[in-house]
């Protein structure tokens, strides 16, 4: 409660008297239910086009970025793409000076979890941790650095082939339990950016990761957590 005291002059007097307003009176308060409604930490779940139990679907779509090689240029960053693209005043035909994206493939065939996916498209899916405000994937663990955090889901660190001609791109987190693109698959593209497991690189005198705890040959862990 707020008391706010008033002064009138009437007549060449003064009446001072004290008034009670509410708080809500000058600033009004969302109702809660409006404000956790819309509210929640937006994330990309990787090789899904499904959400965890607690959070909701925005859209789902295949993973698209930079062509693996040949082509420098672009970006790095691997995007989460809608299927049903929308497009405004487009110029027919293919442009001289542009930027490309295309879809981006598994490139395993060693690891066990993912067997049968290679040379298939990545599925995701854009996800809101409804009453949720950040989140963070953790390179390298499959666990939420605290009970504080939820974790969305687990999963294996992915990035594009460590190679002379390959190109960069960021570092994702596929869910363990991902299913590829349906109706993708059944050829090597050269069009394609690729995806394939992250391993350690240790080294106990510098150049690598330390060995102590990072044994060389390790696929890497990751997880998606929401506070």
Request: proline share 6%; hydrophobic share 35%.
């Amino acid at each position: 409660m707020l008391h706010v005291q008033f002064s009138l002059n009437l007549s060449l007097r003064h009446f001072p008297f004290s008034a009670v307003i509410n708080a809500g009176d000058i600033c009004p308060q969302p109702e809660p239910d409006q404000t956790h409604h819309k509210s929640g930490a937006i994330y990309v779940h990787w090789g899904r086009t499904d959400c965890a139990a607690n959070s909701e679907l925005v859209y789902s779509g295949i993973a698209a970025g930079s062509r693996h090689r040949d082509l420098p240029g672009a970006g790095s960053n691997v995007l989460c793409v809608p299927t049903d693209p929308e497009f405004d005043n487009p110029v027919a035909g293919a442009g001289g000076v542009r930027a490309f994206l295309y879809n981006v493939e598994y490139q395993i065939s060693d690891f066990p979890l993912f067997q049968g996916f290679h040379l298939h498209d990545v599925s995701c899916a854009v996800c809101k941790a409804t009453g949720r405000f950040s989140h963070l994937m953790v390179p390298g663990k499959h666990t939420c650095p605290s009970d504080e955090w939820n974790r969305e889901y687990e999963g294996y660190l992915m990035a594009e082939r460590s190679h002379a001609v390959h190109h960069k791109s960021e570092f994702l987190c596929m869910d363990k339990y991902s299913r590829p693109a349906e109706g993708t698959g059944g050829g090597a593209s050269a069009n394609s950016g690729r995806l394939t497991m992250v391993e350690a690189k240790c080294s106990n005198s510098g150049g690598g990761l330390p060995c102590a705890t990072y044994t060389a040959g390790n696929e890497l862990t990751c997880a998606v957590c929401t506070l």
